[in-house]
C-alpha cells in the first residue's frame, strides 16, 4: 500500500515529527493550568487520575493477559492510606505516597496468590470479590474509629481540615499558603507527576526483560514456562508492582476532593469498570491506550453530561439521544465499545497503528551487512583450506 508520506527512522525528517509532537503536548500540558478555566483543570486532573489507573491495570491485563477487576480496592487503598496518615497523624503529603505504594504493592502480591493457579474466568472472580469487599471492609464497624465508616473521612481542602493549606516538604514549605483557587494548579501538576512516574515504570517493566516474560506468558503460558520464565514469581511482582501503581492515583484523589468516603466511584466496583473501558478504548498492551482512553472517556462525559436537556444537544446527534431524560454517557461507551471489538479489538491506538501507514510510513534502519571480498587476498598468517 502506498503512502502519502514516507520518512526513515532517525532521520531528520524523522526526528522533526518527533520534536514537533513533544513540543505540541509539552505547549498543550503547560497552557492548562496557566491559561486554563477552572473547570478544564479539574476535568484534566480527573483525566490524569484515570490515565495512572488505566496504565497500572494495563500492566496485568493488556502485557500479562491476567484478568483483574478488582483495581478499585488498590486505587482504594491510596487514597485511604493518604487520608488517614495525614487526618489521623498530620504528616506531609509527601510521605503518604511512598507509603500508600508499598501497602498496596503487599496486598497486592498476596491477592496475587490465587493467580499462581487460576487464571480466566476464575481469577476475574477473585478480584471482582476484592473490589466487592474492599468497601465493606472500610464500612465495618470495628473500623470506625479508624476509617471514618461509611461517613469517611471528611475534611476541608486537600490537607483534611488544617487551616493554611501548606504544602510542606519535611519542614520546608516552598510553595506557601495555597488556599483559594491557586490550589487547582498545584494539584493538577501532582496528579501530572503521578502519571509520568507511572508511564516511565511501566515502560521499563514493559521494556526490560521482565517485560518480555509478561508477553510471553500473556500469549502461551506453557511456552513460556519451557522457555524458562518463572511463571509465580513473575506474575507475582508484575501485579504488586501494578497493585501499587494503582494506589497513587488513589492517594491524588484524596487530595484533590478533601475526603475519602467507601462510596466513592473510583472506590467501588464501578471504578474498577471505568478504569478498564478507558483501557480497552484506549488499547489493551500498548503504552499510550490508557492515556487517549482516559482523555476521550472523562471529556465525552463532560460533554454528554450536558444532554439531559434538548436544547443542549447538537442538532446533528439530537434525534438519536433527545428522547433519553438523562445523560446518555454510558450508553454512547457501551455502543463504542461493542463497535470496536469489531473494528477495533486493539483499541483506537491500535488501530491508529494499522492505519497510520496510509499516511505515513517510517521505514526502520538498515540492518548492518557485513561485507566479504572475495578477490582480495587473505590477511597474512592465515592458511587456506581446499
Not at 105 to 131: D, E, H, N, Q
Request: glycine letters at 12%; proline letters at 5%.
Amino acid at each position: 500500500m502506498k503512502s502519502m508520506l514516507t520518512i526513515r527512522e532517525g532521520g531528520a525528517a524523522h526526528w522533526a515529527f518527533r520534536l514537533a509532537t513533544a513540543a505540541l503536548l509539552i505547549y498543550l500540558v503547560l497552557w492548562i493550568p496557566s491559561r486554563g478555566s477552572n473547570a478544564l483543570i479539574g476535568d484534566s486532573m480527573n483525566a490524569l487520575i484515570l490515565m495512572s489507573s488505566a496504565m497500572a491495570l494495563n500492566l496485568v491485563l493488556g502485557y500479562t493477559g491476567q484478568i483483574s477487576i478488582g483495581h478499585s480496592a488498590f486505587f482504594g487503598i491510596g487514597a485511604y492510606a493518604t487520608g488517614i496518615c495525614i487526618s489521623r497523624y498530620g504528616w506531609s503529603p509527601w510521605v503518604t505516597f511512598p507509603i500508600a505504594f508499598v501497602v498496596a504493592f503487599v496486598i497486592g502480591m498476596v491477592v496475587s496468590l490465587p493467580a499462581l493457579r487460576i487464571k480466566g474466568i476464575y481469577l476475574a472472580l477473585v478480584t471482582l470479590s476484592l473490589a466487592l469487599v474492599f468497601p465493606q471492609v472500610i464500612k465495618w464497624r470495628k473500623f470506625d474509629w479508624y476509617t471514618g465508616g461509611a461517613q469517611g473521612l471528611d475534611g476541608t481542602g486537600f490537607d483534611f481540615g488544617r487551616q493554611n493549606r501548606t504544602y510542606e516538604i519535611f519542614g520546608w514549605n516552598p510553595f506557601g499558603d495555597l488556599r483559594g483557587e491557586g490550589i487547582k494548579p498545584f494539584l493538577y501538576w501532582i496528579a501530572f507527576i503521578v502519571v509520568a512516574v507511572t508511564y516511565l515504570v511501566c515502560r521499563g517493566v514493559v521494556k526490560s526483560r521482565a517485560g518480555r516474560s509478561l508477553i510471553a506468558i500473556r500469549d502461551n503460558e506453557t511456552a513460556a514456562a519451557v522457555m524458562g520464565v518463572n511463571l509465580a514469581a513473575t506474575k507475582a511482582f508484575v501485579f504488586g508492582i501494578s497493585a501499587g501503581l494503582c494506589a497513587l492515583p488513589g492517594s491524588v484523589s484524596s487530595l484533590v476532593t478533601g475526603n475519602v468516603t467507601p462510596d466513592s466511584p473510583n472506590v467501588t466496583l464501578a471504578g474498577a469498570i471505568v478504569f478498564l473501558i478507558v483501557m480497552v478504548i484506549g488499547g489493551a498492551g500498548s503504552l499510550w491506550g490508557p492515556i487517549v482512553g482516559a482523555v476521550l472517556y472523562q471529556f465525552v462525559t463532560v460533554k454528554t453530561g450536558e444532554w439531559a436537556e434538548d436544547e443542549n444537544i447538537p442538532a446533528l446527534v439530537r434525534p438519536l439521544f433527545g428522547w433519553s431524560k438523562v445523560p446518555p454517557a454510558t450508553g454512547i461507551f457501551a455502543v463504542v465499545l461493542i463497535l470496536l471489538m469489531f473494528v477495533a479489538p486493539r483499541g483506537l491506538v491500535g488501530l491508529w497503528k494499522q492505519h497510520s501507514s496510509r499516511f505515513v510510513r517510517v521505514l526502520p534502519r538498515p540492518a548492518g551487512t557485513a561485507t566479504i571480498e572475495t578477490n582480495s587476498a587473505p590477511p597474512a598468517g592465515t592458511e587456506l583450506i581446499t
